[in-house]
């Protein structure tokens, strides 16, 4: 685990905190003390850990800020106090000052609060309890900052399985309903043509029936590694359901798109798929196509709508061919092109 320690401090507070945290490679340590900074530096590599400085400008709007920000709830923030005012209110009136102080420290968002020792109530006894006290807090903060890596590291796992189809390892509908959505309003944002592809297998109930599910659910895994081997890098293929597959294509015209269909297509029945040494399988794909256009809705309904209208009209004109969906003159209709 590479530690990260941020100290939004004066370099004479960095001095005061334990050699173990100043003087060690088991930690990156970083002193910044302009608020803007260190709020920017939060947000583009957070640390494990914060120690705050209280006399330090900015020092409780820090605490404050990091508390409001959700997705950064998991930092650690110390706050150390140093005021001189502070300092002297718990002399003066002692444990009861003390917790009053601690109480608003903690409202206000710091995780932990320690005083600093007056000057002259330092010594020897004093000052390795001190140390002590910050090292343990330093050990909970890091012990939370695991917990979050390890957490975060299930639910990258979670949302892969979540994401992906287990027969074919494909992306499944789920992705494709997520992921839709961003690649149309990056495609719209970027002013860049988008297209989408439906194909289905045909006669697929044919296989099972005849060569049994196992033998159907083989030919899909076959089939699946074929197409992925034979998409451009900035395609998206999913499994739509059954033997039906949607592949986004980024940066894809309308022709263009029609172009990939008609690959895929050779590519698909050109060669048999071997289920194993003796025994192969010849299947055709129909495919329908279709490209973003301004009408359409941001969760890509009409685009799918459009595509699979086209697929439709493949199989209905005698299936193995690519349909694209054209505009004339502003009016929609249906144009097959055979591949």
Request: aromatic share 8%; proline share 2%; with cysteine.
């Amino acid at each position: 685990m590479n530690i990260s320690i941020l100290v939004f401090g004066s370099n004479n507070f960095l001095a005061t905190l334990p050699d173990q945290i100043c003087y060690t490679s088991a930690f990156s340590v970083e002193v910044i003390t302009n608020l803007d900074q260190a709020i920017s530096r939060i947000q583009i590599t957070p640390p494990d850990v914060i120690l705050v400085q209280a006399s330090l400008d900015g020092s409780m709007e820090l605490c404050c800020w990091l508390k409001d920000q959700t997705k950064l709830s998991w930092i650690y923030c110390i706050l150390f106090e140093d005021r001189p005012q502070q300092l002297a209110d718990r002399n003066m009136y002692g444990w009861q000052r003390e917790l009053e102080m601690t109480a608003a420290a903690l409202k206000q968002g710091a995780d932990a609060y320690i005083w600093q020792l007056l000057e002259d109530k330092i010594d020897s006894k004093a000052l390795t309890t001190n140390h002590q006290l910050i090292l343990a807090q330093l050990t909970v903060g890091l012990r939370k900052a695991q917990k979050y890596r390890d957490l975060m590291r299930t639910n990258d796992l979670l949302s892969a399985i979540a994401l992906a189809d287990s027969l074919t390892e494909m992306n499944n509908r789920r992705a494709l309903e997520w992921d839709l959505p961003r690649q149309i309003q990056k495609a719209r944002t970027q002013r860049e043509p988008m297209s989408l592809i439906i194909l289905d297998v045909d006669y697929f109930k044919k296989v099972n029936d005849t060569h049994g599910h196992l033998i159907g659910d083989r030919l899909l895994q076959l089939l699946c590694t074929r197409l992925r081997h034979n998409l451009r890098f900035q395609d998206t293929a999913f499994r739509y359901g059954g033997e039906e597959f949607v592949i986004l294509l980024a940066h894809t015209t309308g022709e263009e798109a029609l172009g990939v269909a008609r690959r895929l297509n050779r590519i698909v029945s050109e060669q048999p798929f071997a289920l194993n040494n003796k025994f192969t399988i010849n299947i055709t794909i129909s495919l329908g196509t279709a490209c973003l256009e301004a009408e359409d809705d941001d969760q890509g309904e009409s685009l799918l709508y459009r595509a699979d209208q086209c697929l439709l009209q493949a199989k209905a004109a005698g299936r193995n061919r690519a349909i694209a969906w054209n505009y004339s003159s502003h009016v929609s209709h249906l144009k097959a092109i055979s591949s």
